[in-house]
């Protein structure tokens, strides 16, 4: 097993939309992505539990991000829309296992094994 390999992200206008997509080695039962921007601590965005597809998001991005997976291929995606100048940051794709029964959002160090190079998303105003 090796890391996530991300695409997409770019440079985009506040209200425009990018897709980011993640391709993992292997099947994990939880993928997602985290993200980081200067100066600002690395949270989570939005993971999924591969299985059964249930997904859980930043309050910061509901309603404006949608996740979803392709078993067939071990990959996610991340939808995009709305963007905001926030929204800016290094974009991580993550893969790992559930912790009590749940993918969690945050880095605690034990749920995410791999992470990808980082892609970068930039909003302008």
């Known amino acids: 097993q090796g890391e996530p390999v991300e695409s997409g992200g770019g440079s985009v206008q506040a209200g425009g939309s990018l897709r980011l997509s993640c391709a993992a080695q292997?099947?994990?039962?939880?993928m997602g992505w985290f993200r980081q921007d200067r100066g600002k601590e690395r949270e989570g965005v939005a993971v999924?539990?591969?299985?059964?597809?249930?997904?859980e998001y930043a309050d910061s991005v509901k309603g404006r991000f949608t996740i979803s997976r392709d078993n067939t291929k071990n990959m996610v995606d991340l939808q995009m829309n709305n963007l905001r100048p926030e929204d800016t940051g290094t974009y991580y794709c993550?893969?790992?296992?559930?912790?009590?029964?749940?993918?969690?959002?945050?880095?605690?160090?034990?749920?995410?094994?791999?992470w990808g190079q980082g892609t970068q998303v930039t909003v302008s105003s």
């Open positions: 993550v893969a790992g296992q559930p912790v009590r029964g749940r993918c969690t959002l945050v880095d605690d160090g034990i749920s995410w094994k791999f």
């Open positions: 292997a099947y994990l039962r939880c």
């Open positions: 999924i539990r591969t299985g059964s597809g249930d997904a």
